[in-house]
């Protein structure tokens, strides 16, 4: 990926308080329909999407 491009990722919080990072998406919109598919299924976890910061250069 190109420096100055940002990632979405994808989070999980199960119901132990574990953190683990699900999926990582070039779209906000992707990542956001990725993420409504899993909280659909009613489990204990938390999903949510947060942008990664920008690498590299500005």
Known sequence: MA????QYILW???????????????SRDQAER????Y???G???????KPLAPQGPS
């Open 3 to 6: 420096a100055g491009n940002v």
């Open 34 to 37: 990725v993420c409504e598919r």
């Open 43 to 49: 489990h204990k976890q938390l999903y949510w999407v």
């Open 12 to 26: 999980r919080q199960d119901d132990n308080g574990n953190l683990f990072v699900m999926q990582r998406f070039h």
């Open 39 to 41: 909280r659909k299924r």
